[in-house]
């Protein structure tokens, strides 16, 4: 891997021929400074995000030493990597051989349920440990995130009411948990929430020991411009606030789209030009599956070294290598009107999911990677005290 001052550097060098993704260790540190100065609580990196070790490494280098994961795999990546990281198996969903290795071979004590069914699997495949902090997630709503994930997880208030009171028995610490969907655009999602949680503790008499109020902290994108970071953190401490708890709990965070996506670009390359049809090296089934299925729009920029572009700007859809017609992303993404075949073209904002959504479908596939230390297309961390985001577009 080499580092380059910016992306034209990197394309005037490189003139790749497959797509190559770059990252940035200063968006990185610059995003997990904001959560570790802002947020009272623990942060907890959320793995599935970008499980790229040289993202996790720099990660880790700025101090973020706890981390969600989903699987064993990401486990045993973050074990590797860290060997003091504390790792929270926070998917609701596990199969018992994953949650008895993650206990008796990776320390693992924290782990997430929200069924009866998972618990008990839980306390059958760590022989009844006494160790145990289970975190019942609560089914919350998703209404204002642009990726709904509440209809796959989740308790209900009245099916969580007997849940805690089963985990309250078995539990070294006891924790109630949310998420309020991916890309969250309005911050009151979070106190409605906190505020069902009060409801749970009303029903039970049990105030839990943790509180996680999970991911879904937004970025920015051409067309979605959530509020300031800090409205976020603002509404979370009310809602905590409103609880008037009879003890001091744990709160606990899960950003993942928030702390890497715009640390991370791909660099595609026009194959072909039809019309405002631009045919890309890089797809759905690459890193560009966002922009395919939950169609996001992401911010794009034309490279190409010795080259001038006209300044007049028209919208383009993507369509992406593979064979497959489901390989195309609508847009509209605001690039030059005489780019043309052999043209490069930065997308910003792919430090989320991006790598992680990789597949080798059709035989295209690229891994390379590099370091660039240029600014992101897209920042909310640059944005000024009117929440007018910075950009770079062409």
Not at 59 to 86: H, P, V, W, Y
Not at 93 to 100: C, D, V
Not at 241 to 268: D, M, Q, W
Request: charge should be positive.
């Amino acid at each position: 891997m080499a580092k380059f001052r910016s992306v034209e550097e990197l394309v005037k060098q490189l003139r790749p021929v497959d797509p190559v993704y770059c990252y940035r260790k200063d968006s990185i540190k610059s995003a997990t400074n904001w959560f570790n100065t802002n947020f009272e609580g623990k942060v907890l990196y959320a793995v599935k995000c970008n499980p790229n070790e040289k993202v996790l490494k720099t990660i880790i280098s700025c101090g973020i030493e706890n981390f969600d994961t989903a699987s064993l795999e990401e486990i045993k990546l973050i074990k590797k990597l860290s060997i003091n990281a504390r790792i929270y198996f926070m998917h609701t969903i596990k199969n018992s051989k994953s949650i008895s290795e993650a206990y008796f071979k990776y320390d693992v004590r924290d782990f997430a349920f929200d069924s009866k069914d998972e618990l008990d699997k839980i306390l059958k495949s760590t022989n009844n440990a006494k160790d145990l902090n289970l975190f019942l997630r609560l089914q919350t709503s998703n209404e204002h995130a642009e990726i709904d994930l509440s209809k796959k997880f989740g308790a209900t208030v009245n099916e969580a009411t007997h849940l805690m009171k089963l985990a309250q028995s078995c539990a070294k610490k006891l924790a109630v948990s949310f998420h309020v969907g991916s890309q969250c655009m309005n911050p009151i999602s979070y106190s409605k929430a906190i505020k069902d949680i009060g409801l749970l503790i009303k029903r039970t008499g049990i105030t839990p020991d943790i509180i996680n109020v999970g991911g879904g902290f937004p970025t920015t994108y051409p067309d979605l411009y959530p509020q300031p970071l800090k409205n976020y953190i603002t509404e979370i401490e009310k809602g905590i606030r409103r609880l008037n708890l009879n003890k001091k709990v744990e709160l606990v965070c899960e950003p993942g789209r928030a702390l890497v996506a715009e640390s991370g670009s791909t660099i595609v390359k026009v194959e072909l030009r039809k019309k405002q049809n631009l045919y890309i090296n890089d797809g759905t089934y690459g890193s560009l599956f966002d922009a395919g299925q939950p169609k996001f729009i992401f911010p794009s920029k034309a490279i190409q070294p010795d080259k001038n572009f006209t300044k007049r700007i028209i919208p383009y859809s993507f369509f992406g290598p593979t064979c497959d017609g489901l390989d195309y992303m609508k847009g509209p993404f605001n690039l030059p009107s005489n780019i043309k075949q052999g043209d490069y073209i930065e997308i910003g904002q792919l430090g989320a999911y991006g790598i992680s959504m990789r597949t080798k479908f059709n035989g295209f596939y690229s891994s390379d990677i590099h370091e660039v230390e240029d600014s992101p297309i897209m920042s909310i961390y640059n944005a000024d005290e009117n929440n007018n985001i910075k950009t770079l577009f062409a």
